[in-house]
């Protein structure tokens, strides 16, 4: 009776692997990997299609993510061969990062809001004001420069507080926000100074405080690594810390934040005051640079510093508000309008550079946006089409498993008898 169940068992194993020699085809014979031999109807042609998808999405990252640091480069070159006598030079260098420190550290200012999704109006009045206070508070109060830098900087401070308040708890539009307390910052502007310029007495300013913009180091004008810094500073903060993760989450989508536990709240007022602390001290330097208190003057610095961040988010990062793409953005602004004023261009030429660059900033912000989102939304069809055309061409073949196979039904009919047990593979014990 064993060797009879010996027998069927070994009758039943010849018959699986007969099965899966069939099942694997030709396949076998000719040196094709069980699994693999059979491909989806226009396999190859997908495959190719992919491969130029996949390429032209990296094409596109990368004019995204330099285009505008290249075109930086590529306009210095014009402008170098068209006044080969004047640009190209170190003291046309210094006269750029002197004259541009102010607009770049206020366009810093300025993206940290825009990283939430909210935009700061007041920024212009804001640092207006900073400067006038500063210059009060040093040549009419006679305070010590350094505390009245340091009042000024906490003040912008709370300006940026009582912003992020109104925005996020009174829940007031921030465009609309933002331009009613810069209004009221232009009030306290004009109450200050009484509609006329704070002058400094005969003796000047103390040379410390004219020293924060007027100094150099190696060879380059203070300011400029000013700006240097704050734009490190700022990209640690939203690159590198949990801070700025949230507040990209925040600009991304603001209601899932709020479900995922994020205090939106919490941190859209940090980024309000932020920007505020960024405005003091553009105030306190411009301060420095001006020499007197001009109680008009800030206006003329909202408009480039709206330009500097909102063509910022087109470069390094395109799509989202960035540190560093805010540093290139103000670069090709400051390159441009140096360039079209040596060529003697008229004095409407700045006004018309800097309106029509914010238009295509705007524009580039909002294709750079949806281009992200595309891509995106590609990148996630294809993960989830790739596991079902992929799967009968990587399969790894199931082999049996080493321990007793289960027969077939012949087997089992001639094993019944024996066993008693229809079925069964156990021989029974003679």
Not at 291 to 303: C, F, H, K, R
Not at 373 to 385: E, K, M, V, W, Y
Request: one cysteine or more; aromatic letters at 8%; a neutral charge.
């Amino acid at each position: 009776m064993a060797t009879e169940t010996d027998s069927a068992r070994r009758q039943a194993d010849r018959g699986k692997s007969a099965q899966r020699d069939g099942s694997a085809g030709d396949g076998a014979g000719d040196g094709t990997p069980r699994g693999s031999r059979e491909q989806p109807p226009g396999g190859a042609d997908k495959g190719a299609d992919s491969g130029s998808v996949t390429a032209r999405l990296r094409g596109g990252h990368l004019i995204g993510t330099y285009g505008l640091l290249g075109l930086t480069a590529l306009l210095f070159v014009v402008f170098a061969l068209a006044l080969p006598d004047t640009f190209p030079t170190m003291d046309n260098a210094s006269s750029i990062l002197s004259n541009q420190s102010i607009p770049a550290i206020l366009a810093l200012g300025a993206m940290i809001p825009i990283v939430t999704g909210k935009f700061d109006l007041s920024v212009g009045y804001g640092l207006g004001f900073a400067h006038v206070l500063a210059m009060q508070l040093i040549v009419n109060s006679g305070w010590p420069w350094p505390m009245a830098c340091v009042v000024v900087i906490v003040g912008g401070g709370i300006v940026g507080v009582i912003n992020g308040l109104i925005v996020e708890f009174a829940k007031i539009d921030s465009f609309i926000a933002t331009l009613g307390t810069g209004s009221l910052l232009y009030a306290c502007t004009g109450w200050i100074t009484d509609g006329a310029r704070i002058v400094p007495g005969p003796h000047g300013l103390p040379p410390a405080f004219t020293d924060l913009y007027d100094s150099k180091f190696l060879g380059l004008p203070v300011p400029a690594f000013y700006v240097l810094a704050l734009a490190v500073l700022l990209w640690l903060l939203l690159e590198r810390l949990p801070l700025g993760r949230y507040l990209y989450v925040i600009g991304s989508n603001a209601r899932a934040a709020d479900l995922v536990g994020i205090p939106t709240r919490r941190y859209g007022i940090y980024a309000f005051a932020g920007s505020g602390l960024v405005v003091g001290f553009a105030g306190v330097l411009l301060a420095a640079q001006q020499q007197i208190g001009n109680p008009s003057v800030g206006m003329d610095y909202l408009l480039p510093a709206f330009v500097g961040a909102l063509l910022g988010s087109t470069a390094i990062k395109p799509g989202r508000a960035n540190a560093a793409g805010t540093v290139v953005a103000v670069t090709i602004l400051a390159i441009g309008l140096a360039g079209i004023g040596q060529l003697g261009a008229e004095f409407w030429a700045t006004p018309l550079f800097n309106g029509g660059t914010l238009l295509l900033a705007v524009g580039l912000a909002g294709w750079s946006a949806r281009r992200r989102l595309r891509a995106g939304a590609t990148a996630t069809r294809r993960s989830l089409s790739s596991p079902a055309t992929s799967t009968p061409a990587t399969e790894p073949p199931t082999d049996p498993a080493p321990t007793q196979p289960t027969p077939t039904a012949e087997a089992a009919a001639v094993t019944a008898p024996a066993t008693g047990a229809p079925g069964s593979d156990a021989p029974s014990t003679p």
